[in-house]
């Protein structure tokens, strides 16, 4: 049995983390794009920019088993599943770093003739016992599954979670390829470097960002192979591994746009759409945009390594980067290069959600807490007290990792989004049109909602911001024409001036706007006589109030209960009751605070909005509302009168 938990002990690690994993997974879609990835698993849909063609395929697959699951926690499962075999890899990845297999006698040599094809020296071997080379490797694999981010891509679905497990295999195989036997006379197998070649190939297929493993490879690569004609050789032959898998998935882009699936972001049916869909060219502009903002994402990636290692754990870190130059300096430079260039590409991508972009540097330190954790176990046999120090070494800084990180990790309950996203599509009239674009709270989710549990689909969303695009009109003739009928002469001449702009070619910028906010207009006035027409308050605070979003004339806004209602003339307009139910996490972040503050605040409208028309009844119902759901909540003075306050 001991013999049996040494050769598995990487899967071991990983189905320990797996089931962990799955107490904090989340029941249901979450912030940002959750609603929208699951929705492009389920109906095989295009996502947006770069399309992770292989995650849509693997996620439709799996939401097909039949398992007693709503397809959105099939899709946050399969993000647990991917977490946890990656976790696999990394533990697989630091035993090979570990066990230093290059020291190993080299096969026969060419003689003198082949001087220029010796083999690489090898690094002096390292006498770790294989207990702690097991144990530090697993120590590595905890780690990484236990820093923040990487635990966070575990509990619902998002690209980054296939990310982990693909990157983590692309180290593992080429570890496998460099420290593969070696012959002078060719070098070492091509075999190991097809291989590599082939799930590197797989990383692109998922996400872009693959890429910031090739300085790192690179460096394995031609110190194994040398940088002449053999090295390059090699790569000609295993380089259509790569592009084959590369061709293969990306291939589903334009066949499946053409076929014109409910979500099909950037319509990649072309060479022309495909190509800006596929280098993701409406993202490039944040690379590199703001040297103070690479400033901030630097000083943010520091601050947060504590909070990611949790201390103790980075400490071992530490310590791994000084053993590692000691005793594999090879692979401390491909670590360290994984690092650099990580951080750099990092906090020059100015977004506000960068943590995911950091993965790879999250990994390459827990590589390093290996040697870290290996350098002590050497210390410890030294002194002869190994056996009685090693399971406190191995065990504490896990511990104060997992306690810290747990409670800012775990969604196992968080249902916000949901009933949020529910409770505004259940408040208007069937057949509506609601103009917002609260993407992070609202829009992404109504996609799972609507399209895959067929939730209030005949409602319209529109996102005003994807309005920007020419490839949305044809999605929402798809699935809205009615919205959009009236609008039709508007749309053609703004895709007129719209297509310079995404070739990247010279524009007329007024032109472009004065066409923008005519859609936006004449959306109110061509669906008013047939559809309830409802914005979302981010407009009315901030476009409506500055002027960039204008309503037709003689209409007004009323406030309902999360939206405001296109209204014509002053009479008084009805809205529903008040009775959803939206369960807030005890742990606020960001997200959840604006959907606490749209709600609340969308209530406290109303009730004032009730009181105006002396409908006391119905304001007090509403502020009774508030007390109850949002205590503590600051309301205007009219508003306390009604309680009693």
Known sequence: MKGLCRKCFAELTGLVVFAIYLFTLAPSVVQIDSGELAAVQSTLGIAHPTGYPLFTLLGFVFSKIPLPFTNIFKANLLAAIFCGLGVVFIARSSFLMLGNPQA?????????????????????????????RVASSSFSGLLAAFSLTIWKQSTSVEVYSLHILLISLIIYFLLKAYFSPFDSKTGTLLKPWIVFFLFLGLGFANHMTTLLIIPGAALLFFWKEKFGERGFRKISYALPAFFGVLVIFYSYLPIRASQKPAINWGNPANWEYFWRHFTGKQYRVWLFSSSESAREHL????????????????????????????????????????????????????????????????????????????????????????????????????????????????????????????????????????????????????????????????????????????????????????????????????????????????????????????????????????????????????????????????????????????????????????????????????????????????????????????????????????????????????????LGN
């Open 104 to 132: 190993k006698p080299q096969l026969k040599t060419a003689g003198k003739k082949g001087k220029d094809k010796k083999a690489p020296k090898p690094e002096a071997p390292w006498a770790l016992d294989e207990t702690a």
């Open 299 to 642: 000083a943010y990636f520091i601050k947060n390594l504590p909070v990611e290692f949790a201390f103790v754990g980075l400490a071992m870190v530490l310590i791994g980067f000084f053993y590692a130059r000691k005793r594999s300096k090879k692979i401390s430079w491909f670590l360290l290069a994984n690092l650099l260039f990580t951080v750099f590409y990092a906090i020059n991508y100015d977004i506000a959600d960068i943590d995911s972009y950091f993965i790879l540097a999250y990994i390459s330190l827990a590589f390093f807490s290996a040697f870290g954790l290996a350098g002590l176990f050497e210390l410890l046999k030294s002194k002869n007290l190994t056996a009685r120090l090693s399971i406190p070494i191995l065990a504490l800084p896990l511990l104060f990792q997992f306690v810290i990180n747990l409670p800012k990790a775990d969604q196992s309950g968080l249902n916000v989004y949901e009933d949020y996203t529910k409770g505004v599509l259940k408040s208007v009239e069937p057949e509506s049109i609601i103009f917002s674009y609260q993407w992070d709270y609202f829009i992404s989710a109504s996609l799972y909602f609507q399209q895959v549990e067929g939730f209030q689909k005949d409602v319209a969303v529109i996102d005003k911001e994807l309005l920007r695009r020419s490839w949305y009109f044809d999605q929402l003739q798809k699935n809205h024409p009615d919205a959009i009928a009236g609008i039709q002469k508007e749309i053609r001449s703004f895709k007129d001036a719209l297509k310079p702009f995404e070739r990247g070619e010279a524009y007329n910028s007024s032109l472009l706007e004065a066409g923008y906010q005519d859609i936006m207009t004449k959306l109110i006035a061509t669906n008013y006589d047939k559809h309830n027409y409802y914005i979302g308050p981010e407009l009315i605070d901030n476009e409506l109030r500055r002027g960039e979003f204008k309503l037709p004339e003689g209409y007004q806004v009323v406030p309902q209960l999360f939206l405001y209602k296109v209204a014509r003339g002053d009479a008084y307009i009805p809205c529903p009751d008040p009775e959803f139910s939206i369960r807030f996490p005890e742990r606020l972040d960001r997200y959840t605070s604006f959907i606490k503050q749209i709600v609340a605040g969308g209530l406290i409208n109303r009730a004032l909005y009730e009181m105006k028309f002396n409908k006391l009844d119905r304001a007090k119902s509403l502020a009774e509302k508030i007390a109850k759901d949002f205590p503590g909540q600051q309301v205007p003075e009219p508003i306390k009168g009604l």
